[in-house]
C-alpha cells in the first residue's frame, strides 16, 4: 500500500535522552514535514524538506535536528535540548512536482512521545 | 503573510443536528482551502479542498463547504451529525508563492447522544 508511516507509535524517553522518530513514505513525494501538535495549540511545524539533501527550520526547530539523505525517509531527533518534548509528532508528504501544486498533505499516524 | 482563524476551539451538538464550523482565512493573493479531520491518536485526513470553480465544495462524510471570498471564509457544514463525526477540524490555507500549509488551531466536534 502507498503511504507513511511513523514509528514508533508510542515511545517513551527519560529526560536527558536524545530519541529519534522515524518516517517514510513510498508516495514518491518531493517534500516532507514534521508537525509537533499539542492540546489547544493545533499543528506547529518543526522542520521540513522540499528536495534530499536539504531542509529548512520551521516555526519551533529548537531542540531539534532531522537528515534527508534519501527521499523516502525524513527522521526527526528530539534532543535534550528540547525543553517540553512530551508531545503528538506528525509526519507530512506533499508533492511540489505538479506546477499546480495544492500544498495539500498527506499524514503519518503520528507518534507519542512521553518523557517520564 | 497568510493566516487561519478558527474561532471556536469546541463545539458540541447532539446527534441528528446540523452543525458549522467556522474558518476565516487572511491573504493578499488567491488561496487553496482546506479542511482536515483528526480522529483521537491518528494523523489528520483530508475532509475536502477548495482549488478554484464552484464555491460550494463537497466530501468525504457528507460534510461540505463554502469558499466566500468577500468574507474571506471558509465554513464546514454538516445537516445531520453522527456520533462518529467527534474529532478535532482544522482548516488550513496556501497559495501558489508559499511552500507550506497554514493550520488554523482546530475545532473540537464533541456529537452527544
Known amino acids: 500500500d502507498g503511504g507513511i508511516t511513523q514509528s514508533p507509535k508510542y515511545l517513551f524517553r527519560k529526560e536527558g535522552q536524545n530519541v529519534t522518530l522515524s518516517c517514510e513514505q513510498n508516495l514518491n513525494h518531493d517534500a516532507m514535514y514534521w508537525y509537533r501538535q499539542d492540546p489547544g495549540q493545533g499543528l506547529r511545524l518543526i522542520y521540513y524538506s522540499q528536495i534530499v539533501n536539504d531542509f529548512q527550520k520551521g516555526d519551533i526547530a529548537e531542540g531539534y535536528s532531522v537528515s534527508r539523505e534519501k527521499k523516502e525517509s525524513f527522521p526527526l531527533t528530539v534532543t535534550s535540548a528540547q525543553k517540553n518534548p512530551t508531545a503528538f509528532y506528525l509526519c507530512?508528504?506533499?508533492?511540489?512536482?505538479?506546477?499546480?501544486?495544492?500544498?495539500?498533505?498527506?499524514f503519518g499516524e503520528g507518534s507519542r512521545l512521553t518523557v517520564l | 503573510a497568510q493566516s487561519v482563524t478558527q474561532l471556536d476551539s469546541q463545539v458540541p451538538v447532539f446527534e441528528e443536528a446540523p452543525v458549522e464550523l467556522r474558518c476565516n482565512y487572511s491573504?493578499?493573493?488567491?488561496?487553496?482551502l482546506f479542511w482536515y479531520v483528526q480522529y483521537p491518536n491518528q494523523g489528520l485526513q483530508l475532509l475536502l479542498k477548495?482549488?478554484?470553480?464552484?464555491?460550494l465544495v463537497k466530501g468525504i462524510n457528507g460534510f461540505e463547504a463554502e469558499f466566500n471570498k468577500s468574507q474571506t471564509s471558509f465554513h464546514l457544514r454538516k445537516p445531520s451529525v453522527h456520533i462518529s463525526d467527534t474529532a478535532e477540524y482544522f482548516c488550513?490555507?496556501?497559495?501558489?508563492?508559499?511552500?507550506?500549509?497554514?493550520f488554523g488551531t482546530g475545532t473540537r466536534l464533541q456529537v452527544f447522544p
Open positions: 488550513a490555507v496556501s497559495s501558489l508563492n508559499t511552500d507550506k500549509l497554514i
Open positions: 477548495y482549488l478554484s470553480g464552484s464555491t
Open positions: 491573504s493578499s493573493v488567491s488561496v487553496y
Open positions: 507530512a508528504t506533499s508533492s511540489n512536482r505538479d506546477p499546480r501544486d495544492t500544498g495539500e498533505l498527506f
